[in-house]
């Protein structure tokens, strides 16, 4: 083979060719207009791939990132937009403006602390900072007071800014990541060999390779094709299908969608200069959706259409969790209430200071008056700022998005966060087989040929087949035809190559792992299936019928020129090839009739293998006539090209199941969790692998073919003459819901499942009648007729490792590894994230209701709030801190608590009794310290009625024991499934910041004075304060265990 640098690379200049040049031939999309244009212009296509320096078998040259840079300059890249370095909208600023209508309250307290701050020298001519010593005690208190105020609403609103910027900067981290691994991976043709490249990676002149159900990712030019026919709705908007070929309509245009065929291409338009990213521009018809990506033809997120038309999948971001409806109706309700509250205590305390110094007292209006008025204003605020704190409508989000990296880790990619919500509560989940349970790491070891089964040894691949093919009559013809139907039947891009680990070769499996597997086969029976493919070039394949879930088989015919004939190759599932074929080779590897008994042999030896839980397909072939003869067949009418076909062989395949499914499975249904296998393989092989993997555990767990399920939940019985025609959506054939009801709860395995079976069940048990669980069903998937069932469950899990891109796509959660042990852990994630919700709106009813009732009942007792307003906002602060605190890694226990399905709600009965509970012992410790503190500890009486009044230990104590109680209650919210092991994780960094709050509250009692208008404390009075704060974990034990006690009384 000639390569393309010894063709040209020494004497081309350069690229020469310009966007307008290849624009020029991309509008030629029409039949024949492209080739007659490029032979006007060009004279022939080798000569427009010389000048694109590229060749039709190499590729661009080995000097791969100096050319890919240089095209890459040239003609652009392949994205229709830059992905933003970082933080929200990649920008600083854009948070700080954000984060200002988030928190105008803040900003009110920075101003009317400034007002305050002015009026503390109300009765001087100067502000003069030197006389500090020489002003009154009253002023001293009131300015530095107003400072301190002014300074921690601007740190607190620092601190928000800065932690939402690295947020947000770490969350836009992960979503690239997510889009570069969840991207359509394009083989592409670069300095002679093959590789798979992320969609945005494809330069102009590269040479790549589509297929049936694929999108194609840029402009480009049909070099080869075989009987392509694409759907391009999403460019012209015209749903119709549309033949394309080297010397017809060549050109195939970015988001089309290959409906059937193969072809190799030459790219020639990429990114924004493609047909489609243009008229998108010029239409305005892309639409960008913040956080929702689509990864078929953009980095964008235009309408997401079926692949096989132009219906419209449902958008998952419609359909909001019950998460994040709960939170809405909370957040609602307590914003009605902290208005309604606060409107009544700023009333209260302005018109009670007012009539007890004007009326009572018979004071004469001042100016000094004024600044108490402004700071009783602000207390108002303040209480209102910590009753509604900003952060609780979108508290949700912050989680998940502080949630984010960690999962990634975990190999999981979640598409929106919606589904954070749902992932915790699933109560069923409808998986794969195929690299969910099993390893998918393909490798055959039965051979069932010649009438008798041969075995492959593994890991040393030794197999008595070689001897036994030698030895026969017509080894080479039958060597051949094994050989060969398996290396040309199989899809092109598939490869082995063999990799250096641990300074030992083992061999990786690239493309469709069934095909690598035979390809493997090839090379353990002596053949080199590279060699066979290069005599069998793609120009030699006149037609490829491709896998699918309808068909389950892949087959091609080659032209056989020497032979005068025309060859078909078949594989797939051994059960459908078999009854296309009319023919066997004997034990002499002669063709003979396909009788019954030789059919309930073969069959028998299915089944033998099924319950190995080896999966079995079918070798076969048939020599067709070239001529027009009888024994010819019009190639575009397959059930004629696919039948009285001659089996080669019946292959068994091995899939191990994953070393520690068993034991990930039983987790899940431990917690609650119904788990159904729904898979294409035969019923005994599926059986099989759930049985090991404990998907089934006893004999009520059933184990259903396709056919017979459909019949079952249709209540059509098997004898009757309708029993052999299940037609999908035939409203004669609706499915009885009390029969499907009876079923889906003890099915185990699906086997032989149509596509339809799975949205049958998901839609099905999604409606389960009100005398059974709520349902929320999540349910795997891999292939493009997925992408419905997907979008329109609860939750679609995409396997990122072998899934489609129209399949992740579709999803909300995409599964890097494709393993039960990663939605394993997403469930336990999304329970993670429910329970932070849940500890954040817990903390914040209690913290809310305590500081403002305290500042209602301080408003009529003595016209001030007994906590300022500083030492609100401090309390505030630690608010926003706990933040921090929300996303502890999840643990195996998490999963000891039974799903609730779309039932589990934020407000339950537990979370009722431990909020009622902690906030009367909060209150009654706050006002027995405010009204019988000081002849308890022997103090002066703090109760004052100006809000400007000094510190004194009385107060101080009041406010240190309300943030203490604070501060150990968080410990408390650590759990909120009535664990009463409060301690557990205590030992991880995060938990620093329970030091760290102490520590600064601490230096604030000690310190601060004026600032936070506190008096130090003595130490017999800070281990008042501690044990009375320690106290809430204790009050915590008592009321979870008289919780318990009573639900035990109950059941």
């Keep these: 083979m000639i390569m393309a640098d010894e063709i040209d690379l020494a004497t081309r200049p350069g690229l020469t060719l310009t966007l307008d040049d290849l624009a020029s031939i991309v509008e030629r999309n029409g039949q024949g207009e492209a080739v007659a244009f490029i032979k006007e212009k060009f004279g022939n296509q080798k000569e427009l791939l010389r000048l694109l320096q590229t060749h039709e078998d190499d590729g661009i040259s080995h000097l791969v990132e100096e050319e890919v840079l240089k095209r890459q300059e040239l003609y652009g890249n392949n994205s229709l937009y830059e992905v933003e370095e970082a933080g929200v909208h990649g920008s600083l600023w854009n948070i700080i403006k954000s984060q200002l209508l988030k928190e105008l309250r803040l900003v009110l307290i920075m101003v009317l602390a400034v007002v305050s701050f002015g009026l503390s020298f109300a009765e001087s001519d100067v502000i003069k900072f030197s006389l500090y010593l020489e002003l009154e005690e009253r002023k001293r208190a009131g300015w530095v007071g107003a400072i301190c105020l002014c300074l921690l609403a601007i740190f607190i609103f620092m601190f928000q800014v800065v932690s939402n910027y690295f947020l947000e900067e770490q969350y836009a981290i992960t979503q690239r990541k997510r889009k570069l691994f969840s991207m359509a991976q394009v083989y592409t043709i670069r300095g002679s060999a093959g590789a798979y490249q992320p969609r945005d990676e494809i330069v102009v002149g590269d040479i790549i390779y589509v297929k049936c159900g694929s999108t194609v990712p840029a402009d480009g030019l049909i070099i080869y094709s075989s009987n392509v026919k694409v759907n391009e709705y999403r460019v012209t908007r015209r749903d119709s299908v549309v033949d394309k070929s080297a010397d017809g309509d060549a050109i ?50 235009p309408p997401v259409y079926s692949p096989l038309g132009s219906q419209r999948l449902r958008n998952k971001k419609e359909k909001k969790s019950v998460l994040t409806q709960d939170l809405e109706i909370i957040s609602n309700y307590v914003l009605i209430a902290a208005i309604a509250l606060c409107t009544i205590i700023g009333l209260v305390l302005i018109i009670n200071y007012c009539y007890q110094t004007f009326i009572a007292d018979d004071e004469s209006w001042d100016i000094t ?28 989000q912050h989680i998940c998005k502080q949630s984010a990296h960690e999962i990634r880790h975990d190999q999981i990619f979640v598409r929106n966060n919606e589904a954070y919500g749902i992932m915790g509560n699933i109560t069923t989940l409808l998986t794969n087989k195929t690299g969910v349970v099993t390893e998918n790491y393909m490798r055959v070891e039965g051979i069932f040929l010649f009438n008798e089964l041969f075995h492959v040894r593994w890991p040393d691949k030794q197999t008595n087949l070689n001897t036994r093919l030698k030895s026969m009559t017509h080894s ?15 899809d092109y891009t598939a490869q082995i190559i063999e990799i250096s680990v641990e300074n030992h070769g083992i061999l990786q499996h690239i493309g469709d792992r069934i095909d690598c597997a035979l390809l493997e086969l090839v090379e353990i029976l002596g053949g080199h299936y590279r060699a066979l493919r290069d005599s069998n070039p793609e120009e030699k394949v006149m037609r490829v019928y491709p896998f699918n879930t309808s068909r389950k088989m892949m087959c091609c015919v080659i032209g056989k020129e020497e032979l005068n004939r025309n060859r078909v190759y078949c594989k797939g599932a051994a059960e459908r090839v078999l009854k296309r074929c009319s023919f066997y080779l004997d034990t002499d590897g002669v063709a003979c009739p396909l009788d019954t008994d030789t059919q309930s042999h073969f069959a028998s030896q299915i089944t033998e293998m099924s319950k190995s839980k080896l999966r079995t397909i079918c070798l076969a072939y048939r020599d067709m006539a070239i001529d027009q003869t009888e024994d010819s067949v019009d190639l575009s009418r397959e059930d004629d090209v696919l039948s009285k076909l001659t089996c080669v062989a019946l292959l068994g395949i091995s899939d191990r199941v994953r070393p520690k499914a068993a034991k990930y499975v039983k987790d899940l249904q431990r917690s609650g969790i119904k788990i159904t296998m729904v898979t294409g393989d035969d019923l005994q092989t599926a059986g099989a692998v759930a049985a090991e993997s404990g998907i089934i555990r006893s004999p009520k767990d059933l184990c259903l073919d396709s056919e017979v399920f459909n019949h079952k939940i249709r209540g059509i019985e098997m004898t009757s003459p309708s029993a052999s025609s299940i037609m999908y959506g035939d409203e004669s054939q609706l499915i009885k819901d009390d029969e499907f009801h009876k079923t889906w709860p003890s099915l185990g395995v699906l086997g032989g499942a149509h596509p339809d079976d799975k949205q049958v069940l998901a839609k ?50 995409i599964l890097k590894d494709d393993s039960i042990y990663s939605i394993r852990q997403a469930i336990m994630w999304g329970r993670n994230i429910w329970d932070g919700v849940v500890k954040f709106v817990q903390s914040l009813l209690v913290r809310g209701m305590i500081t403002s009732l305290v500042a209602f009942i301080g408003a009529c007792t003595f016209s001030n709030s007994p906590i300022r307003a500083i030492q609100v906002l401090w309390s505030y602060l630690l608010v926003n801190v706990s933040i921090i605190l929300l996303a502890d890694k999840p643990t195996r226990h998490i999963l000891k608590y039974k799903a609730a399905g779309s039932d589990n709600h934020i407000v339950s009965p537990l979370f009722v009794v431990t909020t009622i509970s902690h906030f009367i012992y909060q209150l009654a410790v706050i006002l027995v310290f405010i009204y019988k503190g000081a002849d308890f500890f022997d103090i002066d009486d703090g109760q004052e009625r100006s809000p400007s009044t000094f510190p004194t230990q009385h107060m101080t104590m009041v406010f240190n024991v309300f943030i203490l109680m604070q501060i150990f209650n968080q410990l408390n919210e650590r759990k909120v499934h009535s664990q009463q092991q409060v301690y557990d994780g205590l030992l991880q960094m995060r938990s620093l910041v329970y030091v760290g709050e102490i520590f600064c509250q601490l230096l604030i009692i000690q310190f601060s004075n004026y600032g936070f208008g506190c008096e130090a404390l003595d130490l017999d009075q800070w281990l008042w304060c501690f044990a009375f704060g320690i106290g809430t974990v204790l009050w915590h034990q008592i009321v979870l265990l008289s919780y318990k006690l009573i639900i035990l009384m109950k059941s």
């Design 252 to 301: 195939l245009l970015k988001g089309s969608k290959i409906i059937d065929g193969h072809a190799r291409m030459v790219v020639l338009q990429v990114g924004v200069h493609t047909k489609l990213d243009i008229a998108r521009s010029a239409n305005d018809i892309y639409v960008n959706m913040p956080g929702n990506t689509s990864e078929v033809a953009t980095q964008s997120s």
């Design 369 to 396: 008056y004024l600044k108490d008025i402004v700071d009783l204003i602000i207390v108002t605020i303040t209480v209102f700022t910590i009753t509604y704190p900003s952060s609780l409508p979108s508290i949700y």
């Design 476 to 490: 080479s013809e039958v060597t051949n035809l094994l050989l060969e139907g398996m290396a040309v039947n199989t």
């Design 764 to 813: 099905g048990i999604s409606a389960a009648p009100k005398n059974l669980q709520p349902q929320l069903v999540a349910v795997t998937g891999r292939y493009i007729g997925d992408e419905d069932t997907l979008a329109e469950a609860d939750l679609g899990i995409a396997l990122g490792n072998i899934g489609s891109v129209e399949a992740k796509t579709a999803a909300d959660v």
